[in-house]
């Protein structure tokens, strides 16, 4: 598997702030690029995918993607208490399609 | 019901046993992982099958094993476990491309080996 590193946090941010979470990965052939949030004991679910560079938006959450310096990012505008947790960046393997992932950044939103 | 179903939820084993995990999904992908995880590593692979004929070693395999019995279940043994072994285990699956759906994940088992 290909080397995927995150920030490695925690992070601490005010409710309201930016959560600006970071991404680099190795595979120059990587495609297509994943944010997962889990929290604590459950299982990793999907809150984002890009793919072209630059940025793309979702509600809150922005990922921004530079496929020349290979790096992702994902930003969580207005932080609530409810997006605390752990994020994981996962990127695809241009061979066989499966995902590396980073070791996640914990994020802790302060009421 | 779960989309990818993992059994048990929760197990306390002696060190040397045999234990089995087993995973079973309903969205029809041909592709199924095992994961492990533990505090600031994040998620290791295991073993993973693109079909029911195709198993492959992830990055940490060894003292695991794994069946794909059918298109919709993996199970992962461990034959004889040993107290590093203690994790939170995941099965997750995937579409041919993964595309912009990525991994679904079951739900997690956690194992303690004492």
Redesign the interface.
Known sequence: ?KEVEQNSGPLSVPEGAIASLNCTYSDRGSQ?F?W?RQYS??????IM?I?SNGDKEDGRFTAQLNKASQYVSLLIRDSQPSDSATY?C?V?EQN????S????TTVTVRA | DADVTQTPRNRITKTGKRIMLECSQTKGHDRM?W?RQDP????R?IY?S?DVKDINK??ISDGYSVSRQAQAKFSLSLESAIPNQTA?Y?CAT?D????????T????T?LTVV
């Open positions: 598997q297509s994943f997962y004991g459950k299982s990793p679910e999907l995918f793919y994981l996962a695809r066989d399609y499966k995902l992932f980073g070791a996640g | 992982y994961y600031g590593l994040g998620l692979l993973y693109f992830g990055e939170l995941f995937s041919f491309s993964a595309s912009e759906y990525g991994y994940f079951g739900s997690g956690r």
